[in-house]
């Protein structure tokens, strides 16, 4: 199908007469057939325009390619050698019909282990009836004298100055050498002046009230150190460092290992210019904003922040978070809720060798594909299953 199109752009690019009937670039039933049929539209204008917009979703799908650039380059080129990838030590095997077969068994297993559990009535939290899947609510099993045991722990805890804390964590951690020039790379000398700075980002507070309130230093000096220190590469290796220190920490293990975490997104409403840019999302209201999308680690370290678009799919950046820094790449297991659950991220999760483990919200419309629906146990023949398709992959089961 590409080289009629590119056929086609050639007749653009040499300025050659255009056909008069052919349009071999369309598919039979397109209803760009039926536009160029019309006698009333300018038909030449108009095949212009088809050429033009085929070759954009070419460019769109890897159909087609540009050398040497970057956005649609040829997609060959991205993919990793079979000898590198060797020595990557990926969870997955490099020959698919190895992987495929552990699939089935797993499924197979995992079918019948469930089919055991719907005829003996021991389903974990839910039932199948009639076909349809049916889960129970969770509830949280937190005990009536918790309250009482977290106010009395904060009022046994030291009231402390924000800045003299943060003064600790900087000497401690040394995050604040993280804040390099950006021309020349030397760490921050004045450190003093870069907490304030850190503490105003950290606070959102805005360096104007900052200056105001400090007594060291002004709103000119504050601003000089922001623009050659602070930026999106610096402020992640400040947090790798902190989270680093904190994962160290003796009450840490109490918490966890720091090999689970989950995410999630924030909404924080922005001006009202952003209606124009296309944020806003109707899940927050009528008001345009961003998303702060963060990674949360079972020792409570916030591994991992994003400031994404209120409109997008947020399951591309459970990905980022968890492959930026080392603490995301100790991970084993990775919860998310129903917007970071997509195919893609089961595939990928498996292949990097993490658990993903999200909380979809409308499971029982959901479809589980098999491989053979004549092996499915009998108890779950009404349940909603179908044959594996190009739509849909096992890799979550």
Known sequence: MAQPLLAAADVIRDRQDIPSRSAPFLQPRSKWRGHLSDPETNRDRL?????????????????????????????????????????MGLSMPLKPEVWLADRKQRLDDGLHRLAKAVRNGALPGGIIEDGRLRVERLEADVPAEADSLILDLY???????????????????????????????????????????????????????????????????????????????????????VIEAQAWLPMAKYWGAGETASSDGQFFPTTRQGEAMNLINAKYGHEPGLKAYTH???????????????????????????????????????YADTGGFTDLVFAAT??????????????????????????????????????????MCCSRY
């Not at 230093?217 to 504050?222: C, S």
């Not at 591309?316 to 603490?327: E, K, R």
């Not at 990097?352 to 108890?379: A, C, M, Q, T, W």
Request: proline share 5%; net charge positive; aromatic share 8%.
């Open 47 to 87: 095949w212009v325009v088809a050429v033009l917009f085929h070759l954009r979703e070419a460019f769109r799908s890897g159909d087609v390619w540009l050398a040497h650039s970057r956005r649609y380059s040829d997609l060959k080129q991205a993919l990793v050698p079979v000898e590198a990838a060797q020595t």
């Open 155 to 241: 009022r046994r805890l030291p009231e402390v100055r924000i800045t003299d804390m943060l003064t600790e964590v900087a000497n401690d951690t040394g995050f604040i050498d993280a804040f390099t020039h950006l021309r020349t790379g030397a760490p921050c000398k004045d450190r003093l002046g870069m907490l304030n700075v850190v503490l105003a980002e950290g606070l959102n507070l805005g360096l104007s009230k900052m200056a105001g309130a400090s007594s060291t230093h002004n709103f000119k000096q504050l601003a000089r150190l922001s623009n050659w220190h602070v930026e999106s590469e610096a402020i992640n290796r400040a947090l790798a460092m």
């Open 296 to 334: 949360v680690s079972d020792q409570y370290g916030p591994f991992a922040t994003q400031v994404i678009p209120a409109t997008v799919n947020e399951a591309p950046y459970i990905l980022d978070g968890l492959l930026m820094n080392p603490s995301g790449k100790r991970i084993k297991e990775q």
């Open 350 to 391: 498996s292949l990097l060798g993490y658990r993903f483990i999200p909380r979809i919200k409308d499971l029982p419309s959901k479809r589980l594909h098999v491989f053979d629906r004549h092996g499915v146990p009998n108890e779950l023949n009404d349940y909603r299953l179908a044959p594996v398709g190009s739509a």
